[in-house]
């Protein structure tokens, strides 16, 4: 099992040299910013690659972000999923928010760092967002239901050219009560169709139109 950055030029082989460079860059930079600043678990660290950054990057198996597309990742912690799919999607605008200052701290320098001009951080409550966007990402934020509440009003209703506009969100383990309880139509993607690492065998997509 890879668990540096190869891992990610092996599944994703068409990107450019500077995204090559960007993405080599993340292993140095976290490892650093997670010493002053937890963002990452510590046991984790040492898996950056397969369980942050290629987790992060399977949205991108799901959908293709069309130049212009504006982006929210609510609960981003120290980037994820909104830092590696800015990579990958230069000409895309992304919108990191976290209610925790210092995590927002860590998402400023490593964008920086890596030269990441599309991506906007900001120390800041879901609740309290006033932009519009054509997606919405997360990870390991909150219930759906509760993350719909928070932010549906900032989903707009332009369309993606294949997928209407709405959610993708990164779950794991058992999903059926959490989306009988979200009560709108959905559709769930696994992971492992994408990625072969046992990280993913219980990893999904959720994507929610709106
Ligand atoms: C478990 S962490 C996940 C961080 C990142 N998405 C990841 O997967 O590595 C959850 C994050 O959501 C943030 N959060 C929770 N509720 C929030 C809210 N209402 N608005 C903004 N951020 C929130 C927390 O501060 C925390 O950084």
Do not use: C
């Not at 046991?43 to 991108?60: E, N, V």
């Amino acid at each position: 099992m890879s668990s540096g950055v190869q891992v990610v030029f092996d599944h994703f082989p068409d990107l450019s040299a500077t995204q090559r460079k960007q993405f080599e860059a993340l292993s140095g930079l976290y490892t650093e910013w997670n010493e002053k600043i937890n963002v990452i678990s510590r046991k984790d660290i040492d898996q950056l690659y397969t369980r942050h950054i290629l987790h992060s990057l399977a949205i991108a198996r799901f959908i293709s972000f069309p130049p212009g597309s504006r982006l929210l990742d609510i609960g981003t912690g120290g980037g994820f999923p909104g830092i590696p799919l800015a990579i990958l999607f230069p000409e895309s605008s992304f919108f990191l928010a976290d209610s925790i200052g210092k995590k927002i701290k860590v998402v400023q320098e490593v964008a920086q760092a890596i030269g990441l001009t599309n991506v906007h951080a900001e120390h800041i409550r879901a609740e309290q967002i006033k932009e519009k966007f054509d997606f919405i990402v997360s990870r390991a934020v909150a219930r759906t239901k509760q993350l719909y509440n928070w932010t549906h009003r900032m989903i707009h209703s332009t369309d993606h050219p294949t997928l209407a506009n709405g959610y993708l969100l990164l779950k794991g383990g058992e999903l059926d009560e959490e989306m009988k309880e979200l009560g709108r139509s959905h559709s769930v993607v696994a992971i492992s169709d994408y990625f072969e690492d046992p990280f993913f065998e219980t990893k999904k997509i959720v994507y929610i139109p709106v």
